[in-house]
C-alpha cells in the first residue's frame, strides 16, 4: 500500500506492506538506522520516535498508520549541519551516555516531553522516560540532561 508523510521534515511516499512496522520501514527501507531494535514488543523504548509530536515506539507502530502523519527520527533532530542539538549535547556534558543503544529513544521521549512541556519538572521527566530503559547509565544523569536542556532553552528564549 502506499503512504505519504512527512519524515524529518521532508514528504515521503513510499510502498509498504500492510503488516511492516515503522521500525523496520526506517531501518530497512529507508537506511534510517538511530532508532535500534530493543526488545520489539514496545517494552525498552530503544525504537522510539516522534509522530505528530508524541513519542511511539517504532516497533510495533503499524507503517501503514503514518499516511498523513509527521514522523520525527533521531537524525532529524540534530541541527542543520549534522551537528548534536543542545539535547544531544546535554548528554554528552552530563555523562548520560554510556553503551549508547538506547540513548536515541531515550533522547526522542525526553525531545518529545520539552517540544510539549519546555519546563518540565524532574517528576514529570521521570515519567516521561518510564517507557525506556537504560541498562548502563542509570537515570540521574538523563534527567540532569533534559533538565539542563530545558533551562538552557528557556534562558534563549528570554533572550530571544
Do not use: H, W
Not at 125 to 143: D, E, F, K, W
Amino acid at each position: 500500500m502506499e503512504i505519504t508523510f512527512i519524515l524529518n521534515s521532508s514528504p515521503i511516499t513510499i510502498d509498504v506492506p500492510s503488516n511492516m512496522v515503522l521500525l523496520t520501514l526506517l531501518r530497512d527501507k529507508l537506511s534510517l538506522t538511530g532508532a535500534k531494535p530493543g526488545c520489539e514488543v514496545g517494552s525498552c523504548g530503544a525504537c522510539t520516535v516522534i509522530i505528530d509530536g508524541e513519542a511511539q515506539k517504532s516497533c510495533t507502530y503499524a507503517a501503514k498508520r503514518l499516511n498523513g502523519r509527521s514522523v520525527t527520527t533521531i537524525e532529524g533532530v540534530a541541527v542543520a549541519n549534522g551537528r548534536a542539538n543542545d539535547l544531544q549535547q546535554a548528554f554528552l556534558e552530563n555523562g548520560a551516555v554510556q553503551c549508547g543503544y538506547c540513548i536515541p529513544g531515550v533522547i526522542m521521549a525526553g525531545e518529545a516531553l520539552l517540544r510539549r512541556n519546555p519546563a518540565p519538572s524532574r517528576l514529570e521527566i521521570r515519567q516521561a522516560l518510564s517507557g525506556n530503559l537504560c541498562r548502563c547509565t542509570g537515570y540521574v544523569q538523563i534527567v540532569d540532561a533534559i533538565e539542563a536542556t530545558a533551562q538552557q532553552r528557556a534562558l534563549q528564549k528570554e533572550g530571544a
